[in-house]
């Protein structure tokens, strides 16, 4: 997922792209409900969840998921 999430941030800068690692945030991996890893939260400008998918994610997924719950980019 790195080189997609790399991808993701250098085409929208706007975007806030964040990793969670397992091994020292317990805490987060709890509060977003994180049991397999890779997973993927999807938040609109509102700070809300719009989505989330597990596994690997290719770049026009993710950009067809924002698109799918009309989050502009």
């Known amino acids: ?3 997609i999430l790399r991808d993701l941030r250098a085409r929208y800068p706007k975007l806030t792209v964040g990793n969670i690692y397992m091994e020292n945030s317990r ?3 709890e509060k ?3 049991q397999l890893i ?3 939260v999807l938040l609109g ?3 809300k969840e719009i989505t989330r ?3 690997l994610w290719e ?3 993710i950009l067809a998921a924002f698109k799918k719950h ?3 980019l």
Do not use: C, E, F, R
Request: hydrophobic share 40%; charged share 25%.
């Open 1 to 3: 997922m790195q080189p």
């Open 27 to 29: 805490d987060l991996l």
């Open 38 to 40: 890779p997973t993927q």
């Open 32 to 34: 977003w409900k994180i």
């Open 53 to 55: 998918h597990v596994g």
């Open 59 to 61: 770049l026009k997924d």
């Open 70 to 72: 009309h989050v502009a």
């Open 45 to 47: 400008p509102d700070k």
